[in-house]
């Protein structure tokens, strides 16, 4: 008991310190800007990615010895 009023630090009273640190530190920096969405261009994200001739591909399948096509 005196040697916790000496002015050590236990790991859990460090770990308090810290916690109360990133609190408050969270709410006392306000958001800078609102988050806002990009807008969705529909004829992009419905195109197909994928190509069966791509290098990538061809690599892939190569690589992990799949039965040639």
Known sequence: MKDYLKGTI????LFRYA???TGLALIGS???KE???HPV?????RRSRYQGDSP???N???VNSYPDR
């Open 60 to 62: 892939f399948y190569r």
């Open 41 to 45: 261009d529909l004829k992009n994200k």
């Open 35 to 37: 988050a806002l969405a």
């Open 30 to 32: 306000p958001l800078s």
């Open 10 to 13: 236990i790991r859990r009273d």
């Open 56 to 58: 990538e591909v061809r």
């Open 19 to 21: 916690l109360a640190g």
